[in-house]
C-alpha cells in the first residue's frame, strides 16, 4: 500500500469545490469498508463506513459510493475547507469492521485556499 | 478525538533491543488491533487481542507479540528490534459482542518508533 510519501496518489481542489477520492479493494468477499483520514502526525481518523448490502451512504458532507462489481469505492466530499487537506484511505474489514483491516493506497488530498 | 491512547507518543531504540508499546481502549471497547504504518505505507495489520488472548494475526514474525489486560488495556512487544521496524505503530479498539458481531475501530495518536 502506499499513503505518506513520493508515491502517494494525490489530488488538489479548490477550497468550496467538492471532491472524489476514489479506492479500489481486492477481497469480493469482504461486507463492510470505512474511509479514514489521516493528518500529519496523527492516527487514522473513521470519517464513514458502508456495508456490501448498500451502494451508497450519506454523512454530514460526505458521500461514499460502493460498486461491488468492479470492486470500487468512492468517497465524496462536498464543499472542501482547508481542514480536508489529509491523506485517506479506504479499508475493508470483515463484517463489522472490528476484525483485521486491510488499507488500500491512501490519497494525499491538498485544499488550495 | 477518540478515546484510544497510546504511550508513548515517540521512541528512539537501537537494532537489538526490545521494546514495549502500551495502549489504553475507548470506553465500551473490549477489543484491541495493533497496526504497523511504514514511512509511506498505510497500515498493516499485526494481530488482535479480545478476551486476553490473540484473536488473529497478520504476517509478522513472533518477535513481534503482545498483551491484553482486564481492563482491556494492551502492550505491544518486540523483540531483537530491526532497522525495518522503524514505523508508527498504532491501536485501535473496537467492541466485539461474540456471535453477534462488533463495531468499527478507532485509533489512537500511535507511537513512532525510530530503530538505529
Known amino acids: 500500500g502506499e499513503s505518506v510519501g513520493l508515491h502517494l496518489p494525490t489530488l488538489s481542489v479548490q477550497e468550496g469545490d467538492n471532491s472524489i477520492i476514489n479506492c479500489a479493494y481486492s477481497n469480493s468477499a469482504s461486507d463492510y469498508f470505512i474511509w479514514y483520514k489521516q493528518e500529519s502526525g496523527k492516527g487514522p481518523q473513521f470519517i464513514i463506513d458502508i456495508r456490501s448490502n448498500m451502494d451508497k451512504r450519506q454523512g454530514q458532507r460526505v458521500t461514499v459510493l460502493l460498486n461491488k462489481t468492479v470492486k470500487h469505492l468512492s468517497l465524496q466530499i462536498a464543499a472542501t475547507q482547508p481542514g480536508d487537506s489529509a491523506v485517506y484511505f479506504c479499508a475493508e474489514g470483515g463484517d463489522f469492521g472490528n476484525e483485521k483491516l486491510t488499507f488500500g493506497t491512501g490519497t494525499r488530498l491538498t485544499i488550495i485556499p | 478525538e477518540t478515546g484510544v491512547t497510546q504511550s508513548p507518543t515517540h521512541l528512539i531504540k537501537t537494532r537489538g533491543q526490545q521494546v514495549t508499546l502500551r495502549c489504553s481502549s475507548q470506553s465500551g471497547h473490549n477489543t484491541v488491533s495493533w497496526y504497523q504504518q511504514a514511512l509511506g505505507q498505510g497500515p498493516q495489520f499485526i494481530f488482535q487481542y479480545y478476551r486476553e488472548e490473540e484473536n488473529g494475526r497478520g504476517n509478522f514474525p513472533p518477535r513481534f507479540s503482545g498483551l491484553q489486560f482486564p481492563n482491556y488495556s494492551s502492550e505491544l512487544n518486540v523483540n531483537a528490534l530491526e532497522l525495518d521496524d522503524s514505523a508508527l505503530y498504532l491501536c485501535?479498539?473496537?467492541?466485539?459482542?461474540?456471535?453477534?458481531?462488533?463495531?468499527?475501530?478507532?485509533f489512537g495518536p500511535g507511537t513512532r518508533l525510530l530503530v538505529l
Open positions: 485501535a479498539s473496537s467492541w466485539t459482542s461474540g456471535s453477534l458481531g462488533g463495531e468499527t475501530q478507532y
